[in-house]
């Protein structure tokens, strides 16, 4: 036979290992044809124990070229056979890389650093960060000093780095890094450009130029600020020479954040205001006191509870209403009607436990916040005790409580003025003192000063009485003597203020209220700054604010500052919806003030200035 051709014997040697069609099931599992880093990648995502490939005697460096390469081209690709693929590309960001390592992925202990007792935490190994010029080296190997090695615990796996990192986004999208923004062609993104020449820019960049933006124009209020200090408070590291004194300061730190933990109110506490100043102040309008049930025609008195955040309000429907005023609803929670009491005067008792409803009719009613019950008082009030010019008396429009609610003072005609026993409950009139004019205004001096009732006449006289021996004290006339009509004060009887029919408000000192003092006190100053008759004067609790108002006008109110005896120049304004202002009255802290109009309306504003806030 012939000898056979070279070719045809390379076709008929049987090969090493079985010829697998594409795509068969079998070349994919069959073990024999994985490298080392395929089996490397295996043993990471399945958890199988790594098994190096077996050699074979066929193993050999084989370089597959194509007929149409050169010399040149194989003697390149010959130079870099040998190098390790990290060494031949760079990734910019070395954590999202996946990091060779010799065991599963579910064999490593990743240990993430915990804070200790003391607030220290480890120190971290200098880490080594790849550039593209340390990868510029001759061998193409890269050499790391043992100093150099990252730790197990701190940079060996990104994972651990990762977790280390505080607040780390929850969600990123990937989209961002190819979303491109155009600052110059927008005209509203301009104001983003850090120069004149900043163009486009990616999404990552855009997001953060918008929060720089957004912080510039909002910045964190003092008040959040304080609190996640509270919440978060700085833990600071402690030398072993660190005195005690930062020991303390860092243990009242903690306390304080265990406290607010285990509370179970707000975590910013509470203060109430200081000195108000004068020019301006801080006013928010609330939804009206009254919205849920409108009084039917003016509003008569409006009154805040001693100590309740309660509003009343009484009109010219002849029916008492109730408000919790909280700011937001007011709920309308009672309803009291007297047909045959038209309500000019309601006035809350001193305890808080009642009401007291009078008007132009020689009778009143009482109303229990305990029962809710409404009851009138017996007639013959004016007989019982005093006869003659007493039993003439048909009306009870001006009447005060004493700072005890024990004595009720009530106008009577001709100068009287009657004292009704409140404390025993019969309501009986128990004696009266005269003055030379008719009774326009009454008074119980605040303080130290028990008993003393001053009570405003005709022409302009202030009496000072002594109540339990129904003497004179002391007289004097008001500044101007002609057309006051209303008397009011403060609580602590530092300021006594008399308005007038012109518009006119004299303030007084401590000096007019006193029986001490036996000269004819001079106003600390008068306001002008109403021009109608003074229907309404009333002061705040701290002895700070004074509301005026008249309902000759529309938008007859002003607001004045005490201390400097000035009125506010920022509110009322010209848009403020007041119309004829018929009352006015402060909350117990002044939090509010209720404003009645002849509308049926009541109008609520905050004052800020009062308001609770972070100390």
Request: charged content about 25%.
């Amino acid at each position: 036979m012939g000898k056979k051709h070279a070719h045809k014997r390379r076709k008929t040697e049987k090969s090493a290992a079985p010829v697998q069609p594409l795509g068969s099931r079998n070349a994919i599992l069959d073990d024999f044809a994985k490298d080392d880093e395929e089996r490397k990648l295996e043993s990471i995502l399945f958890g199988t124990p790594y098994v190096p490939a077996p050699k074979t005697s066929t193993d050999k460096d084989i370089l597959v070229v194509s007929d149409e390469e050169n010399v040149e081209e194989l003697e390149g690709a010959n130079e870099l056979r040998m190098v390790a693929d990290t060494d031949l590309f760079v990734m910019d960001n070395v954590d999202l890389g996946v990091p060779s390592i010799e065991k599963p992925l579910a064999d490593i202990d990743f240990e993430v650093p915990e804070d200790s007792e003391n607030g220290d935490s480890q120190d971290e190994e200098p880490r080594t960060v790849f550039t593209s010029g340390d990868m510029d080296k001759d061998s193409g190997e890269e050499e790391i000093s043992e100093e150099e090695q990252p730790s197990a615990s701190t940079s060996a796996y990104p994972l651990a780095s990762s977790l280390r990192t505080p607040k780390a986004p929850a969600w990123v999208d990937s989209d961002d890094t190819n979303v491109q923004v155009s600052l110059a062609e927008n005209k509203r993104l301009r104001k983003l450009r850090d120069a004149p020449s900043d163009d486009v820019i990616v999404g990552q960049e855009y997001e953060r130029r918008l929060r720089r933006q957004f912080e510039r124009i909002n910045p964190t209020p003092d008040w959040a600020t304080k609190a996640r200090k509270k919440l978060h408070p700085t833990k600071r590291r402690r030398s072993t020479l660190s005195d005690a004194t930062s020991e303390e300061d860092e243990d009242a730190e903690e306390g304080d954040l265990d406290a607010i933990l285990a509370s179970t109110g707000g975590i910013l506490s509470q203060r109430k205001a200081g000195t108000l100043t004068q020019g301006t102040l801080s006013v928010e309008r609330l939804g009206d006191a009254n919205i849920t049930a409108r009084t039917e025609g003016p509003v008569k008195t409006v009154q805040f509870h001693p100590t309740l955040p309660l509003l009343l309000t009484a009109g010219d429907d002849r029916r008492l209403k109730l408000f919790n005023i909280d700011g937001h609803t007011n709920p309308h929670l009672q309803t009291v009607h007297t047909p045959d009491l038209p309500m000019s005067t309601t006035l809350f008792h001193p305890s808080g436990s009642s009401i007291l409803l009078t008007g132009n009719r020689p009778f009143f009613y009482t109303y229990d916040l305990q029962t809710g019950t409404a009851l009138r008082s017996p007639r013959g009030l004016w007989g019982t005790t005093f006869s003659g010019t007493s039993a003439q008396d048909t009306s009870m429009e001006i009447c005060a409580f004493d700072a005890t609610g024990e004595v009720l003072a009530v106008a009577g005609k001709r100068g009287y003025v009657h004292l009704v026993d409140w404390k025993s409950g019969t309501g009986q009139v128990v004696g009266s003192v005269k003055m030379n004019s008719s009774v326009k205004g009454i008074w119980w001096t605040r303080g130290d000063r028990q008993g003393e009732l001053m009570t405003l006449g005709e022409d302009s006289e202030v009496y000072v009485w002594d109540v339990a021996e129904r003497r004179c004290l002391r007289r004097w006339k008001d500044e101007g003597e002609f057309g006051s009509h209303i008397i009011g004060g403060d609580r602590t009887g530092q300021y006594l203020s008399i308005g007038s029919k012109h518009g006119l408000v004299n303030v007084y000192g401590s000096d007019a209220t006193s029986s001490a003092f036996s000269q004819r006190p001079k106003p600390l100053r008068t306001i002008s700054n109403l021009t109608t008759s003074i229907t309404s004067m009333r002061f705040n609790h701290d002895s700070q604010l004074l509301a005026i108002a008249s309902n000759t006008k529309k938008d007859q109110l002003r607001m004045i500052h005490l201390p400097s005896l000035t009125a506010f120049s920022n509110w009322p304004t010209a848009g403020t919806p007041l119309g004829h202002v018929t009352s006015v009255d402060f909350s117990s802290g002044s939090e509010h003030i209720a404003i009645g109009n002849n509308r049926g309306r009541v109008l609520l504003y905050a004052l800020r200035d009062f308001a609770p806030h972070v100390s």
